[in-house]
């Protein structure tokens, strides 16, 4: 019988630090596993290190290595997403570079897939060595992404996960830019389920996820997963204007059955600025859609290979 293939897609951005030491794990593990195949795919996110180098020496000395590179920085989900287009696998793992999910977790994930899940996604329970910021915001991120979102998606899960071929076909036609992996996997269905794992700590070097990169993330999948920004938006007019039309009820009635008017500007100013605020943040948020829409209707491709070594197609 033809042994399965099994890809390891790993998005590597600035991970000089790290990458051989987890070319050697993963190695080691594709080596202990009898009853199928291996391939690497690293995809190389525009690094303006030396990961590319050391990615060139893995794919001159180890014949089942495919190394991506980008154009310039594209992004995690990117990065990742082109390995999901290039891996040729039967089955497709997802896995960071910087051995933060323990490969040693893999061997199970394949033991579920026999089993006949198609998608095995693991979930983090202890996540050692993150800062007390990132645990707080991931926790609540996670909740309120659920609350807003119509398509259940497990909490606290990462990219960390195994995905049959057919998820993958059918992962490869979905074309939206603002990518959130680990929604889009939720949302395609299929027989899934959950395996909690340890996280680690980082092997070497520091997290390629600065403040900015979580927010911009975070908003991608809360609005790529949901419109219930923009219900929030309205119910937020109404519930101002319904406020407005108490106060105008009060100073008709402090005028019609009293002797004064409502003094002083301050009401006034406070009224016109709250308003105001109200608007421009529902505005905003009806602009997050529509600028996302624009950048969609330009139809760009979603990343640039600028060069491919190691394994052909
Ligand atoms: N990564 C990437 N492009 C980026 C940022 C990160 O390919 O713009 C990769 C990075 O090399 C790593 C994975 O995405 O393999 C997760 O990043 P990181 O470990 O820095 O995130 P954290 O675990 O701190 O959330
Ligand atoms: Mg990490």
């Known amino acids: 019988m033809e042994k399965q293939l099994i890809s390891l897609v790993v998005p590597c951005f600035n991970e000089e630090e790290v990458i051989d030491e987890t070319y050697r794990r993963l190695a080691a593990l594709a080596n202990s596993q009898v009853d199928c195949e291996f391939e690497f795919v690293f995809v ?34 990117l990065a990742v997403t082109a390995g999901i287009d ?19 977790v893999i061997p199970e994930m394949l033991t579920l897939w026999r089993d006949g899940h198609q998608v095995v996604y693991g979930v983090r329970s202890d996540r050692p060595g993150e800062s007390p910021f990132k645990l707080w915001t991931a926790h609540l991120f996670y909740r309120l992404l659920n ?4 398509t259940p998606i497990p909490l606290d899960t990462g990219d960390f996960r195994l995905m049959d071929r057919s998820v993958v076909n059918v992962l490869r036609t979905l074309t ?18 959950a395996l909690p794992y340890r996280r680690s700590e980082r092997f070497a070097g520091t997290t390629k996820y600065p403040l900015r990169k979580m927010l911009r993330f975070a908003s991608d999948g ?31 009635c402090v005028r019609l059955f009293g002797h004064t008017w409502v003094q ?36 760009r491709p979603l990343y640039i290979i600028s060069e491919r070594l190691g394994k052909p197609k």
């Not at 180890?62 to 594209?74: A, C, G, I, K």
């Not at 609350?147 to 119509?150: A, E, F, G, M, V």
């Not at 939206?176 to 939720?186: A, I, P, Q």
Request: charge should be negative; aromatic fraction near 8%; glycine fraction near 10%.
């Open 44 to 77: 190389d996110d525009g690094s303006r290190d030396n990961t590319l180098q050391h990615l060139r020496e893995i794919a001159a000395n180890d014949q089942r290595t495919l190394v991506l590179s980008f154009s310039r920085n594209f992004g995690h989900q």
């Open 86 to 104: 290039e891996a040729s696998g039967n089955a497709v793992i997802l896995i960071d570079a910087d051995l933060q999910d323990p490969p040693e």
């Open 147 to 150: 609350y807003l979102s119509d």
């Open 176 to 193: 939206e830019r603002d990518r959130f992996v680990r929604g889009l996997v939720s949302w395609v269905g299929f027989r899934q389920i």
């Open 222 to 252: 809360i609005i790529s997963f949901s419109v219930r920004p923009l219900r929030i938006a309205m119910l937020a007019g109404t519930l101002c204007a319904g406020l407005a039309c108490a106060g105008i009820i009060w100073a008709l």
């Open 264 to 299: 002083g500007w301050a009401a006034t100013i406070i009224a016109v600025l709250f308003l105001g605020g109200v608007q421009l943040i529902c505005t905003g948020i009806l602009g997050e859609y529509i600028g996302r829409t624009y950048m969609q209707g330009k139809d």
